[in-house]
């Protein structure tokens, strides 16, 4: 089966600008997560949605990150504006039911902002 | 809210060598736990999971992990690594709430280099 499709795969913006990540969960997942990855650490989830409703997003700093997914399938993540911490690698995955079943990951998108 | 730690940033081990990597938690409650890979430019794999019962459970690629639950602890363990082991192992949890909120709690990974 097809895995979880993000873009872009590299992203470098300035400070202050917006950008915007794209993400496929594989067909029929309920259960979407976005999470972020700074160098060094484990990825931290910033948000979960279960069909096209918000199940979490108390790690989400909501005052410039934003996301959705509309229909219940494909999701995007947005940063306006973005700044410098918040270089990372953005993770989306996704899973039939719950975690539990097994969250099956993109390969992620690395942000840079300079 | 939960925590989990990882003793190890780096390991380097030798071809046919056993491994253990540390794995501790913080929660109070009921968690389910997972050990995840991710190999050089791939994304992450799950490589086995605990929910309950048996508290030695058993993954792919011959990896083995315990649940220690008086000691909050879920090592990973394999008898004898490869040099294709060579990768970044992440221990997670997470702890189911009512409400459907079950994202995973990572560590902050242990980077294993196994030399031929």
């Known amino acids: 089966e097809a895995g979880v499709a993000q873009s872009p795969r590299y992203k470098i913006i300035e400070k202050r600008q917006s950008v915007a990540f794209w993400c496929n969960p594989i067909?029929?997942?309920?259960?979407l997560y976005w999470y972020q990855q700074i160098l060094g650490q484990g990825p931290k989830l910033l948000i979960q949605?279960?069909?096209?409703?918000?199940?979490?997003d108390s790690q989400l700093p909501k005052d410039r990150f934003s996301a959705e997914r509309l229909k219940g399938v494909d999701s995007t993540l947005k940063i306006q504006p973005a700044k410098l911490e918040d270089s990372a690698v953005y993770l989306c995955?996704?899973?039939?039911?719950?975690?539990?079943?097994?969250?099956?990951f993109g390969q992620g998108t690395r942000l840079t902002v300079v | 809210a939960q925590s989990v730690s990882q003793h190890n940033h780096h390991v380097i081990l030798s071809e046919a060598a056993s491994l253990e990597l540390g794995c501790n938690y913080s929660?109070?409650?009921?968690?389910?736990l997972f050990w995840y890979v991710q190999y050089p430019g791939q994304h992450l794999q799950l490589l086995l999971k605990?929910?309950?019962?048996?508290?030695l459970v058993k993954g792919i690629k011959g990896f083995e992990a315990e649940f220690i639950k008086s000691k909050f602890s879920f090592n990973l363990r394999k008898p004898s690594v490869q040099w294709s082991d060579t990768a970044e192992y992440f221990c997670a949890v997470n702890a189911p709430s009512g409400g459907g909120a079950d994202g995973l709690t990572f560590g902050k990974g242990t980077h294993l280099i196994i030399q031929p």
């Open positions: 605990y929910f309950s019962g048996d508290p």
């Open positions: 949605f279960q069909n096209n409703g918000v199940v979490d």
């Open positions: 995955a996704s899973s039939w039911d719950r975690v539990v079943t097994e969250a099956f």
């Open positions: 929660y109070g409650g009921t968690v389910n």
């Open positions: 067909s029929g997942h309920a259960t």
